[in-house]
């Protein structure tokens, strides 16, 4: 996509909830990262669905208008044994998609699944471990992580966006995706197996280089 070729993203990424909304705002330049601000929307006070769903809509908005983020990066395929629970979640996906569309940003879906994986290299691992692996990842203190997980997978999913848009890092390097690059620079045994190994230990050699 033409949007990946642009070397500087701001990412907003979003955990949808009908009680607790996790967001998160994800600087990237090239190889580099920045966490903004992560947190939750506490949405409990407000009786009713539809008002829980507005006020994360009029908050997504101030945030946009606030941040300007270049795109949304939105947990989808939400699967939970209660119908009810799955049609409000869907609910909300909606209204943040319809933020992010009422300010012509663009849009990238990423399932739970896809998003542990590509953080912990484990797609069933808990909420806990997802949040360990960026506080490593991304350095954060311990006194800057927040109360809620809400608010790390929100990061989590901001994080495997900025994983895709790595790719082209590596293109410019002669490789299609971050396993040539690996090869390419010998890293093969070191690199890890998942996304993010693969990016930590080629960017590792980037900086020796």
Known sequence: MQDTLVKQ??????????????????D???????????DVLDVRKHEGQYARLQQEFFFLQS???????????????????????????????????????????PIYEYSPMKIKMAITGNGHSTKQQVADMLKRFLHLRQEDMPKHLDATDALAIAYCHFLQLGLPFAAEHGAKD????????????????????????????????
């Open 28 to 38: 990237t330049e090239r190889q580099k990262t920045d966490v903004l601000v992560f």
């Open 178 to 209: 971050w396993t040539t690059y690996a090869k390419q620079r010998g890293l093969n045994k070191d690199a890890g197996t998942t996304p993010n190994q693969k990016l930590m230990a080629a960017l590792a050699a980037t900086k020796r280089q």
């Open 63 to 105: 945030l946009i208008d606030r941040y300007h983020p270049t795109c949304l990066a939105i947990e989808t395929q939400f699967v939970d044994k209660n119908p009810q629970t799955m049609i409000k979640i869907v609910h909300a996906q909606g209204v943040a998609i319809a933020a992010a569309l009422s300010k012509d940003i």
């Open 9 to 26: 993203h701001r990412i907003l990424g979003i955990d949808p909830g009908t009680q607790l909304m996790g967001y998160a705002l994800l």
